[in-house]
């Protein structure tokens, strides 16, 4: 009897002590973000757009004019289409539109963009038009 009560126990018990979430709903949830971050660039809205950025990317960009405005004036045009696809690595995630790509970060209040605008380049790191430190 003993094994059976293990076998079912511990995942409840990991479940109920770490939160564990499936690779499927972060992937989602990570993607959720970065759209809800994309629908903001094609409205216009600078403010709901700096609202979805990590704390060190809104920092970055707002240096020298408020946030909003400084998002407006990189010309990200936001994707009008569903992301390709988006992958969680730990507390990390990255979203691929057909343009770019979007990096995200997970924090207490749910997943930060923490760059935008990016496209690979052959072996080196992607270059984003918005990035944070």
């Known amino acids: 009897m003993r094994p059976i009560a293990v076998r ?5 018990l990991c479940l109920a002590l770490t939160g564990c979430a499936t690779g ?6 990570a993607g959720s973000a970065a759209a809800a971050f994309e629908r903001a660039l094609v409205d216009g809205d600078g403010a709901r757009g700096c609202e979805a950025l990590a704390p060190g990317t809104r920092v970055e960009l707002a240096q020298e004019e408020p946030c909003p405005t400084a998002l407006q004036g990189l010309g990200l045009s936001g994707a009008r289409e569903p992301a390709k696809s988006a992958v969680v ?3 990390q995630a990255r979203v691929v539109y057909p343009h770019d790509s979007v990096f995200l970060a997970l924090f207490t ?16 790191p992607y270059r984003c038009e918005l990035k944070g430190d």
Do not use: I
Not at 8 to 12: E, K, S, T
Not at 24 to 29: G, I, K, P, S, V
Not at 109 to 124: E, F, L, Y
């Open 8 to 12: 079912f126990l511990l995942p409840l």
């Open 24 to 29: 499927d709903e972060r992937n989602r949830a």
């Open 109 to 124: 209040d749910g997943w930060k963009v923490t760059a935008a605008g990016c496209t690979p380049r052959q072996g080196r």
């Open 89 to 91: 690595y730990g507390s």
